[in-house]
């Protein structure tokens, strides 16, 4: 019995064959279905109703309220004392790094 | 082993529906699927390299349902498994046979000479059962448990198609000259 078992064992490894894929790869890659459409509308509906329920949910908690006394606080503070120098700089080091990576993107 | 490439390439294909990760699982696994069919089929080449097509696709369709629990060989074996068995019922059908005679003259086109032909005419002694299990765990080194799990049968009822086809296939290699 244990003869049989390492006759076998043996044959059966020395008839293993790797095989080459020899294109095999690419026609499984070119009949493969498309994802199907049904799906497609799902994440957008999802992001739709979630936006909508965000600004419900704003507006019922008093969001406008605070950004309208926000930027009136803002405002009022530019005018009485005008706008910090350091506000400028900030706003054109964040514009120059926008840039810059705007322009990476593009070139790549 | 499951390899942690295998579950962060399928995470890919299943979430950002890359193809280029499912294109990697192929060429990995090409090999392997399509000997497992070569085997089953006793080296009829071109149908065997449809079955793997066919596996893989299903593959491809059912990809969300890899849970990585199971190693992902496993579970491709397990699709090929159902793949070939859900062609042998059609020929069935078809045919109206009980068993699917392979034939030998249409798996020429591998390089099926010398030792290559002999695994295929000894395959060709066994039962479509029996050859599964005998490939899996001789050739394939896949533990019986996990024979089991692929196939779906009991481990009893592996370890009988095991016995049962190791007796059939020594009986046909030691009279064809093979361990003397």
């Not at chain 1, 064992?9 to 499984?28: C, H, L, P, Y």
């Not at chain 2, 369709?61 to 579970?75: E, P, Q, V």
């Amino acid at each position: 019995m244990e003869d049989n078992d390492r006759l076998i064992e043996q044959f059966m490894k020395q008839s293993r064959q790797e095989i080459a894929d020899n294109g095999f790869t690419e026609r499984v890659m070119r009949s493969l279905p498309e994802p199907k459409a049904q799906h497609d509308w799902l994440p957008a509906v999802w992001n739709g109703v979630m936006i909508v329920v965000a600004i419900v949910l704003f507006v019922l908690f008093g969001g406008v309220t605070i950004v309208q006394n926000a930027l009136y606080h803002y405002l009022d503070g530019v005018l009485t004392q005008g706008i910090d120098i350091r506000v400028i700089g900030a706003l054109m080091v964040a514009y120059v790094i926008f840039v810059c990576h705007r322009a990476l993107k593009i070139a790549r | 082993m499951n390899s942690l490439s295998d579950i962060a390439l399928v995470t890919q294909v299943v979430v950002m529906h890359n193809k280029g990760a499912f294109d990697q699982l192929v060429r990995k696994y090409q090999s392997q699927v399509r000997r497992f069919f070569l085997n089953q089929t006793c080296g009829d080449s071109e149908l065997s390299d449809d079955l793997a097509q066919d596996t893989f696709i299903k593959a491809y369709t059912s990809l969300n349902s890899f849970k990585g629990m199971a190693n992902f060989s496993t579970w491709l074996y397990r699709i090929a498994y159902n793949v070939f068995f859900d062609y042998i019922r059609s020929q069935k059908t078809t045919s109206d046979i009980e068993e699917v005679a392979w034939d030998a003259n249409y798996s020429n086109e591998q390089q099926d000479i010398g030792q290559k032909m002999d695994v295929y005419a000894a395959l060709q002694q066994l039962k479509e059962a029996e050859r599964t299990c005998i490939t899996l765990f001789y050739m394939e080194e896949v533990e019986i448990k996990k024979i089991a799990e692929i196939t779906g049968m009991a481990e009893g009822t592996v370890k009988s198609h095991l016995s049962r086809g190791k007796e059939k296939m020594a009986n046909y290699l030691k009279q064809n000259g093979y361990g003397r």
